[in-house]
């Protein structure tokens, strides 16, 4: 019997890349009022700079192109500390509507805690999820696929690993660390995020794959 569902944040409640692309025009606002830039142009070019290098260096790139002598730091906290509208996935806002106060619900999510903490409030979780944990409050080497983090959620819930859900996008590290406690896993495969297309040895992967939160509702009703 599955008593507490756990959800990771970014591409599974909600499509990351609205945050990305949000954030990214914060940034560009600042660098064209600060050095008489088109923002139309600098957005095209960050956007072009993130498709053909990935995160890491984007903004040192789009500074070079520039030639703009910027401090990096500078735009990292623009991008960290901006609030770009984003709204949770429809499906994941009907199946929190739908079960919201009739079953517990928690999120385990990866990343800079000040941001994921921004996205959470962004997305106005904390009406639906009763256990929230940003696994960069512990340090780095809590971020998953640590064990730590979905045993400390199982604690918060008074229940046993075997009777939580976790779901996720993330092959690479979602399920790794929720299956090592024996909890139950699912992997959500949606139309768009950096994931979708990767598919690992079985002792990585969930264990199934749905496409909608629509279909957890099945899954819900029959073992909760
Ligand atoms: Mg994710």
Request: net charge neutral; glycine share 6%; with cysteine.
């Amino acid at each position: 019997m599955v008593k507490a569902v756990i959800f990771d944040l970014d591409d599974t409640l909600y499509r990351e890349k609205d945050f990305v692309e949000g954030a990214f025009k914060y940034v560009c606002k600042y660098l064209s009022m600060q050095y008489e830039l088109n923002f139309g142009k600098l957005y095209e070019d960050i956007n072009d700079i993130l498709k053909k290098h990935g995160r890491g260096s984007i903004f040192n790139i789009l500074c070079k192109k520039y030639n703009i002598a910027e401090d990096i730091s500078t735009l990292v906290n623009i991008y960290r500390n901006s609030l770009p509208q984003i709204d949770l996935y429809e499906d994941a806002a009907n199946f929190f509507k739908k079960y919201s106060g009739k079953y517990s619900f928690g999120i385990i999510t990866d990343g800079k805690a000040s941001v994921q903490w921004n996205k959470i409030g962004l997305l106005n979780l904390k009406k639906y999820v009763d256990g929230i944990i940003v696994t960069d409050d512990y340090g780095k080497k809590y971020w998953k696929p640590n064990s730590f983090v979905y045993l400390k959620m199982a604690q918060y819930f008074e229940c046993r690993p075997e009777e939580c859900l976790y779901i996720g996008d993330n092959p690479n590290k979602d399920f790794i660390g929720a299956r090592a406690i024996g909890m139950n896993t699912i992997r959500i495969i949606r139309k768009s995020g950096d994931h979708m297309n990767t598919f690992l040895d079985s002792s990585k992967e969930a264990d199934f794959n749905i496409n909608s939160m629509d279909k957890l509702q099945n899954i819900i009703e029959n073992r909760m």
